[in-house]
């Protein structure tokens, strides 16, 4: 079971970046997802979370009408577009599937910075 996150950068507060998590190892069409993220001195923080068949998801409030959470289940892919980004949301962001019990990707930069 591998997760691979992709997609992070350095971006203006405002601005957009659109992050990608690649599945492999395991019946994706049939897991839930999450997205987590976790900043500097911070605990971990879940910010989103998607059904298998992508139908439904649910948002933190801290991020709830600014970040899409979706997912394409033919290519193994699960994505965040965030919008509308604020300094507050610099962080590490990490993908995580229960399967198996639990397994997290490496995870990757988000820098909103002016």
């Known amino acids: 079971v591998q997760l691979v996150e992709s997609g992070g950068g350095l971006v203006k507060p405002g601005g957009s970046l659109r992050l990608s998590c690649a599945a492999s190892g395991f019946t994706f069409s049939m897991s839930a997802m999450s997205w987590w993220r976790q900043a500097p001195g911070k605990e971990r923080e879940w910010i989103t979370s998607i059904t298998s068949s992508g139908g439904n998801a649910e948002y933190a409030d801290s991020v709830k009408g600014r970040f899409t959470d979706s997912r394409d289940n033919g290519k193994m892919t699960m994505y965040l577009q965030m919008d509308r980004l604020k300094p507050e949301d610099t962080a590490v962001y990490l993908c995580?599937?229960?399967w198996g019990g639990g397994v997290w990707g490496r995870g990757t930069q988000v820098t909103v910075s002016s």
């Open positions: 995580m599937t229960t």
